[in-house]
């Protein structure tokens, strides 16, 4: 079945929503390229000397090689793409891009945690925040991703695809037991996902807190200090939650009918609902650089080496700096 929309009469048309996700990609590809590209050259000059430096330059690879990945998204949608090229993005495209996804979030959940202690001890230098105990972490992140997520999708989407099953394609290349293990790493994902909402959502939370009261403290009446803390807090939370919350709801909900094959119309509506929201946890690569200029004054330092850009930003850290803020 090239597309259920024929067969099923539900008001929802899915190669519009295809023909619409491959323009929104499109559009977003050149942002984000020029984005990362720009973040990867100024992580590549940070020194290295502490955790939150380590856990920056992750996410930035992370973020280009999910932006590197959007062409072969956009081309496996595009009208008579062969279907060589679809079941290598089932195998191994998709697959890739899920990784960048869950690194890039346990990242930020990671980072908020970091940004915690550094504020709650900050006086002194816990082990977790030196830039070797960062490595570690960071390195674990990606061992642990791959081993349980990645390499054994891979392994278990090998069946030979025809081209009688492109409605769910991907899944049709599944074996039993790889459906059974699809579903069971997507339930681990959506858990990874709500984890760090709660961890991120509580640390940036106690640390607003931490810094206002310091301001009350010291008898400052600084109230434009206290809002721009708040707008901060308010941007990071309100990023990954707008990012990565409709896409996760979304996937508790369609990933079921997805395994079991059910392609009707609560199929289609939970697919078209999928495609978009996917799309929209895709913007977080645009809006990570955002929160890189948020947390770092060495990157925003860095950043003002541009020249146009420098007269758009003023710097608040000495040049050499990896002082790190809310």
Known sequence: ?????????????????????????????????????????????????????VYLKNLVAADLLMTFIIPLRV???????????????????????YLCLYVSIVLMGVISLDRFFKIVQPGGKLLGQSAVFGRVVSAVVWVVLLSITTIPTMALTSEKPNTTNSAELCMAMKSDVGKQYHHAVIIICNGIFFVVLVVTGFSYTCIAKRVIESYRNSGSTNKDGKRKIKARVFIVLAVFLVCFGPYHITRILYVPEQVENKINCNWASLKAAKTMTLWLSTTNVCLDPLIYFLLCKAFRNKLCEFKILGQWFSTTAPANSEETSL
């Open 75 to 97: 081309a496996d949608r595009l009208p008579g793409s062969s279907l060589a090229l679809r079941a290598f993005n089932c195998q191994f495209g998709s697959v890739l891009f």
């Open 1 to 53: 079945m090239a597309s259920p929309s024929p067969l099923l009469d539900c008001g929802i048309d899915l190669e519009t929503v295809k023909i619409v996700a491959k323009c929104l990609y499109f559009i977003l590809f050149i942002p984000a390229l020029l984005l990362n590209v720009m973040a990867a050259w100024i992580s590549w000059k940070l020194k290295t000397k502490s955790s939150f430096i």
